[in-house]
C-alpha cells in the first residue's frame, strides 16, 4: 500500500502560500500512483472563510482518496466550525484498502499548542480493538516528540507522555503528524513515527525547502509491517529515500542525517510503478 503523505499547506491570500510550488507539487503528486493521500492539517492560513473557499478548490485539483485532519492555523477564527462543513468530521476512524486510520484534531481554537485528550486516547484504543486484520495508523497535527532541525522546541502535543504510552503499548507501526515544517520519521520500540514537511508554504527551514512524503508499506502480520519512506522536494523535483522499516524482523535504517547531501533526481516514469 502506498500513502502519500503532505502536510502544512497554509493555503489562503496571504504571504504563507505559494501558489506556484502548491501546483508543482500537485502535479507530481499526481503521477505517483497511491492508495490514499493523508493531510495531516493546517490547510489554511487563518481558519478564515475565504481560506476554507480556495483550500477545497485547490485540494480538489488533488486526485486520488483524500483523509484530511485539522491543524492549529485551521482552527483559528472560529475556523473549526468551518473544517467539518468542507472536509468532514475532525475525528474519525476509516477503512482505506489495507489500512484502520484513525484521524484526530489535535489542535485547539485560536492556539498554536496542542492535544489530545482522554476521548481521542479512546478513538485510538477503539480503532486498535476494532481492527482485526488491517494495519493501525494515527495521524493527527501536532508532533509526538522533538523534531531535530525545526527550533526551539515548542507546541509539541500537551499530553505528549500519555499518547506515547497509548501508541506503544498498542504496537501501533504508523503515526503521521506534521506542523514543524520538517520531514522526519524516528522508531521508537515497534511504532515508526514520521512528520511530513511543509507542502506549499513559505515558511521553509533552511534548504529542506518544500517537500511531502511517499510511505510505502507492507503487512507482515497483525499491525507487523515492513515500510519505505521517501521524501519528495518540490521546487528541485527530487526523490530521497529516508528510512526503511521493518517492526517484524526490528530492522531500522534512517538516512536522515545524509537527506541534504544524498538527493537523487526524480525519476518522472517511476510514478507508474
Known amino acids: 500500500m502506498r500513502i502519500v503523505h503532505i502536510s502544512d499547506l497554509h493555503i489562503g491570500k496571504g504571504n504563507d502560500f505559494n501558489q506556484r510550488v502548491y501546483e508543482k507539487g500537485v502535479k507530481i503528486l499526481n503521477k505517483i500512483e497511491k492508495d490514499l493521500v493523508f493531510i495531516s492539517g493546517d490547510l ?14 485547490q485540494l480538489g485539483l488533488i486526485e486520488g482518496r483524500l483523509a484530511i485532519v485539522p491543524g492549529n492555523h485551521d482552527e483559528r477564527n472560529l475556523g473549526y466550525e468551518l473544517f467539518s462543513e468542507y472536509f468532514g468530521e475532525a475525528d474519525f476512524v476509516k477503512q482505506f484498502y489495507k489500512i484502520l486510520l484513525a484521524g484526530l484534531a489535535s489542535s485547539e481554537p485560536d492556539e498554536d499548542e496542542g492535544r489530545l485528550g ?20 494515527v495521524g493527527f497535527h501536532h508532533h509526538l516528540i522533538p523534531v531535530p532541525n525545526s527550533g526551539r ?21 504508523i ?23 511543509t507542502f506549499s508554504c513559505n515558511r521553509t527551514r533552511a534548504r529542506f525547502g518544500n517537500t511531502f512524503n ?50 537523487h533526481p526524480i525519476n518522472r516514469t517511476s510514478y507508474s510503478d
Do not use: W
Open 153 to 173: 522546541e515548542k507546541n509539541i502535543i500537551e499530553d505528549a507522555g500519555e499518547t506515547l504510552d497509548i501508541i506503544l503499548k498498542n504496537e501501533i507501526p
Open 175 to 197: 503515526v503521521l503528524m506534521g506542523h514543524r515544517h520538517v520531514p522526519y520519521a524516528v522508531k521508537v520500540h515497534k511504532s515508526l513515527l514520521i512528520n511530513a514537511g
Open 118 to 137: 482522554r476521548r481521542r486516547h479512546e478513538i485510538i484504543e477503539q480503532a486498535v480493538k476494532k481492527n482485526k486484520n488491517k494495519i493501525t495508523v
Open 44 to 57: 489554511t492560513i487563518d481558519g478564515l472563510l475565504s481560506d476554507y473557499d480556495l483550500a477545497k478548490e
Open 214 to 263: 511517499i510511505l510505502d508499506v507492507v503487512q507482515e502480520g497483525k499491525n507487523e509491517i515492513s515500510a519505505t519512506l521517501a521524501v519528495v522536494n518540490i521546487r528541485e523535483e527530487r526523490k530521497t529515500e529516508m528510512v526503511k522499516f521493518n517492526s517484524k524482523k526490528g530492522i531500522y535504517e534512517n538516512r536522515y542525517c545524509q537527506y541534504l547531501g544524498s538527493a
